[in-house]
């Protein structure tokens, strides 16, 4: 029962976003999208979060319309940018949404 | 009771907008679906329990009230995350009924329990 947990809102502090590490489970996804994208500016720098992500197996994505409307450059190589097409196959591949 | 497992998650503060409320509309009718409800409040969502709400406003209805009779619709699995009270300078001794803490790992198991997940 895979879960693609999709963020939507800004967290200043990314604090929300560390924590759905303790929410996700291997083979889960998480999607940032709106204001979330944000987060790839953030002064804290996401490279452990990255890391953790990739260690447990969940992957990351950016949706990039999101990210060029709001002049967000991605500096992670481990956060891919996905298209509405792509956003689309992941709510198909997994089996439940969590989007908050 | 069905099999199908149906977790409500609460996640805004309750007056902004009118999502408070139809989340109460929606566990209220999946409740009477005879579905194995559960309802966490986490985040913001954690300020709809909170003691002394109060309307000058008499169009305005205090929905979160209904919280505490939740249990008489047969919903009875109500849990709250505990770092969000927490981090929110609240405690269990604030909000209006008592509701069972989740750690954020517990978070996990309950959302990867679920059938359904459904966020307001």
Known sequence: ?100 | MSDEKILYVISRAAYSNASGQEALDAILIGASFDLDVSVLFIHDGVFQLKQGQQSSDKGLKLFTKTYKALADFGVEKIYIHDLSIASRGLTQSDLICTVTPLDSLAVGELIAQQAKVFTF
């Open chain 1, 1 to 100: 029962m895979s879960t693609l947990f999709v963020l939507n809102r800004s967290w200043h502090d990314s604090v929300w976003l560390f924590e759905q590490l303790a929410f996700a489970r291997p083979g889960d996804s998480i999607v940032l999208i709106e204001d979330a994208v944000l987060a790839l500016q953030s002064p804290i720098n996401l490279g452990s979060f990255s890391a953790k992500c990739a260690s447990m197996k969940i992957s990351v994505y950016a949706l990039q319309d999101d990210c060029q409307l709001r002049g967000i450059n991605n500096q992670y190589r481990s956060i891919s940018m996905i298209d509405y097409l792509s956003y689309v196959n992941l709510v198909v591949q997994h089996d439940k949404q969590v989007a908050w």
